[in-house]
Nanobody
Framework: QVQLVESGGGLVQAGGSLRLSCTASGRTFSSIAMGWFRQAPGKERNFVAAITWSRGTTLYVDSVKGRFTISRDNAKNTVYLQMNSLKPEDTAVYYC???????????WGQGTQVTVSS
């Protein structure tokens, strides 16, 4: 099992920026990719972005392309989500996840709240 701890959420005005971090520990050798997901109140959890540890291959949902950037620091077992030009519709609890690939996730963090005010 991989343990994940997110940080960096908060309250920001529309147009502002935040950077989320997610540090992995435990069976990190089993982790092929890391993903960020988000869940708004009353809605299902949705994919936001993902990156592979080895090649740094990235994947984004269309709604965040050009605004969000996912990156990783292999030495620190940490993945980041830089979020720029934030919109009120980006408000959600953001979760990071560890997976066996860009599409399959097994372990999840506790989530961090991001609130964007208009």
């Amino acid at each position: 099992q991989v343990q994940l701890v997110e940080s960096g959420g908060g309250l920001v005005q529309a147009g502002g920026s935040l950077r989320l971090s997610c540090t992995a520990s435990g069976r990190t050798f089993s982790s092929i990719a890391m993903g960020w997901f988000r869940q708004a109140p009353g809605k299902e959890r949705n994919f936001v972005a993902a990156i592979t540890w080895s090649r740094g291959t990235t994947l984004y949902v269309d709604s965040v392309k050009g605004r969000f950037t996912i990156s990783r620091d292999n030495a620190k077992n940490t993945v980041y989500l830089q979020m720029n030009s934030l919109k009120p519709e980006d408000t959600a609890v953001y979760y990071c996840a560890s997976g066996r690939g860009l599409q399959i996730y097994d372990d999840w963090g506790q989530g961090t709240q991001v609130t964007v005010s208009s």
